[in-house]
């Protein structure tokens, strides 16, 4: 099956830094998301983005599709943005609907 | 509903007890989703639902899981002779339909514990 890799694993920041989160996948997908799992364990819909650009506040994301590759930019971060962010795909084929998540990046943010 | 709806919250039984857990997913989505995530393995999937039928059941563990959902709507998940390994939290997803083009919404988990 499709595999995903993220990196990098752990991301230690202080307030108000940048950082960029990367998602590496091993095949073509119909679809790629990017959740937040908050320190409740909530997971937190942050992107639908199978190609492209898109952007959400602090928050953007992009997809190339044809390097198999997604980025997801944190700017200016907040305590609140502390957690586990977590790609996800869609292989299509006979996986089609099913989501196959990466490990995470565990992010700290410290005040 | 306005989201996806997942009891309990939290549920701990003895080892070899049968457990049922529900999703109640968001208003008019005729897919659901049941995924795991445990320490050892992560994030992965289970089973899915298109309407009543679950065409895909490659991820369920044993034949110790089911699922079943009826009337388009509300999902069980059953678990019989629990085992600690079973231990994880469950969580459930819905998304408008099957198709791929579409984001999947997910609940709050049930977190399962086997003493």
């Known amino acids: 099956g499709i595999q995903v890799e993220q990196s990098p694993p752990d991301l230690i920041l202080q307030e108000g830094a940048n950082s960029t989160l990367r998602c590496n996948f091993s095949?073509?997908?119909?679809?790629l998301q990017w959740f937040h799992q908050n320190p409740w364990g909530q997971l937190i819909n942050l992107f639908y983005i199978p190609s492209g650009t898109k952007q959400n506040g602090r928050l953007s994301a992009t997809t190339v599709a044809t390097e198999r590759y997604s980025l997801l930019y944190i700017s200016s971060s907040q305590t609140t943005d502390s957690g586990v962010y977590f790609c996800a795909v869609d292989a299509g084929g006979t996986s089609y609907g099913k989501l196959t998540f990466g490990q995470g990046t565990i992010l700290t943010v410290h005040p | 509903g306005a989201g996806v709806s997942q009891s309990p919250s939290n549920k701990v039984t003895e080892k070899g007890k049968d457990v049922e857990l529900r999703c109640d997913p968001i208003?008019?989505?005729?897919?659901l989703y049941w995924y795991r995530q445990s320490l050892g393995q992560g994030l992965e999937f289970l089973i899915y639902?298109?309407?009543?039928?679950?065409?895909?059941k490659s991820g369920l563990p044993s034949d110790r899981f089911s699922a079943e959902r009826t009337g388009g709507s509300v999902s069980t998940l059953t678990i019989q002779r629990t085992q600690q390994e079973d231990s994880a939290v469950y969580l459930c997803a819905s998304s408008p339909d099957r198709a791929s083009n579409q984001p999947q919404h997910f609940g709050d988990g049930t977190r399962l514990s086997i003493l």
């Open positions: 208003s008019g989505h005729t897919a």
């Open positions: 639902f298109q309407g009543n039928s679950a065409p895909d």
């Open positions: 095949d073509s997908v119909n679809n």
